[in-house]
């Protein structure tokens, strides 16, 4: 009966680990994009 208990809650944080990082994954990605853009632009005009 404890395990039955126990068993759902660490598969939602599992899920919720992935959503975050998933989340996290596509910002970092964002913030790399915007980087290299401004440094560009930063070449560009200097």
Not at 7 to 22: I, K, R, W
Not at 33 to 42: F, K, S, T
């Amino acid at each position: 009966m404890l395990l039955d208990n126990l068993s759902p809650v660490p598969e939602a944080e599992t899920a919720f680990y992935l959503q975050v990082m998933d989340v996290l994954g596509w910002f970092v990605i964002g913030v790399f994009l915007i980087v290299i853009l401004a440094y560009g632009l930063y070449t560009l005009f200097v």
